[in-house]
């Protein structure tokens, strides 16, 4: 089992940043894979970026050159750094592991095995 703990969400003004965290604690070491997704309200949840045991990253197409994901392997921590927010950027963001990246056609996501419960972001105009 894996347990997954978001932080870091906000309301900031459109053009701002925010730091997202997940912190992650049981058997780690079977995740090979590590990703964030976002749900706004009344859409689907979608991939925002994810971090493979390698370090390969791959970001959805909205979050490209604004996002940047990262990993402290000795904190356990899994980090989403976004920057140039937009108020369509709103929404729940929910960390996920899982052993192994996979594509989905537009993106690679983890085989996604645990999920946090979310933390919310909220981007005003």
């Known amino acids: 089992q894996v347990r997954l703990v978001e932080s870091g969400g906000g309301s900031v003004q459109s053009g701002g940043s925010l730091t997202l965290s997940c912190a992650a604690s049981?058997?780690?070491?079977?995740?090979?894979?590590m990703g964030w997704f976002r749900q706004a309200p009344g859409k689907e949840r979608e991939g925002v970026a994810t971090?493979?045991?390698?370090?390969?990253?791959d970001y959805a197409g909205s979050g490209k050159g604004r996002f940047t994901i990262s990993q402290d392997n000795a904190k356990n921590t899994l980090y989403l750094q976004m920057n140039s927010l937009k108020p369509e950027d709103t929404a729940m963001y929910y960390c996920?592991?899982?052993?192994?990246?996979?594509?989905?056609?537009?993106?690679?996501?983890?085989?996604?095995?645990?999920w946090g419960k979310g933390t919310l972001v909220t981007i005003s105009s």
């Open positions: 971090i493979d045991i390698d370090g390969r990253t």
């Open positions: 996920a592991a899982g052993a192994r990246r996979t594509w989905n056609g537009e993106m690679y996501q983890c085989t996604t095995n645990y």
């Open positions: 049981g058997d780690t070491g079977s995740s090979g894979c």
